[in-house]
């Protein structure tokens, strides 16, 4: 449809020019043998087509699961040298649709169960990931909470989190928190890999608790999208070329972008298949 409008309009810009030149001069005609001109039928203008509205912008009728994707696009550039002072860590800010991704996906293994896309305020996650030092952090209920506060009366039947997660660097106590990409060596002896670490919660829409146990329905499925992970599927190696010069040069890296959404479809998509709306109850 695009190519077709942008055609027209260009069609309509080339026959403008033309139509608005002056004719040139001609003799007079007496007036008894003048002919008045027909003025000439204005074409109509074809209507211009209302643009689709997004499904994931509904927000009435029934609401079987309402998702919250979480992940909030952070990049993570890491570096692991020889010792701790050759390690560098940085969280990139980066414009690459990794929430709408992770909805696009929730929303392929819902099926034809009434879905909804729950938004939330900007820094709304912020204590979430970044908790004051405590002995005795309950973190799954402050996401209950949270969700709680975020769902207001949104009305949904069971509620989907996608936070980033985090697990263990094989072989080592190094975190890895997120999605990043890692350079692990020094010089030519060193290797690079992609990772992703996300959580799938599922909540109850009434009580907002956490839901426990897999089993063949909608939090079953959707908690194996998890615990399926296995450590290294965590992990894709990379050509050392993909690693950026800079952390700041990975939000500019088209290639880094496509990778690491690719890795995340693959993620994701691995474990689910679709749920039907009885699944879901």
Request: net charge positive; glycine share 8%; aromatic share 6%.
């Amino acid at each position: 449809m695009v190519r077709i409008a942008v055609s027209v309009v260009a069609l309509l810009s080339l026959l403008a020019p033309a139509a608005a030149q002056t004719p040139p001069a001609t003799t007079a005609l007496p007036a008894q043998t003048a002919t008045p001109a027909k003025p000439a039928a204005k074409k109509a203008a074809k209507p211009k087509a209302a643009p689709a509205k997004p499904a994931e912008q509904t927000t009435a009728g029934p609401c079987g699961i309402g998702v919250i994707a979480a992940t909030q696009d952070p990049f993570v550039v890491e570096k692991i040298g020889l010792t701790v002072f050759g390690n560098v860590y940085a969280e990139v800010p980066v414009s690459w649709g990794l929430d709408d991704l992770v909805f696009a996906r929730v929303r392929a293994a819902a099926g034809a169960t009434p879905l909804r896309r729950i938004a939330y305020a900007k820094g709304a996650f912020d204590t979430y990931y970044h908790p004051k030092p405590s002995l005795f952090r309950n973190d799954r209920e402050e996401l209950s909470n949270l969700v709680r506060q975020i769902a207001g009366n949104a009305g949904c039947e069971r509620y989907i989190v996608v936070t980033r997660g985090e697990g263990m660097l094989p072989g080592t106590n190094q975190p890895l928190r997120g999605l990043g990409i890692l350079n692990r060596g020094v010089g030519i002896i060193s290797y690079s890999y992609l990772y992703v670490y996300v959580g799938v919660t599922v909540l109850d829409g009434q009580t907002f608790e956490i839901k426990k146990g897999p089993g063949v329905t909608l939090e079953g499925v959707m908690r194996h999208m998890a615990d399926n992970f296995v450590q290294d599927e965590h992990l894709r190696k990379v050509d050392n070329s993909l690693f950026p010069a800079t952390a700041a040069d990975s939000a500019s890296n088209t290639t880094l972008r496509d990778n690491i959404r690719d890795f995340l479809t693959e993620r994701l998509d691995k474990p689910c298949h679709p749920i039907s709306r009885s699944e879901a109850r």
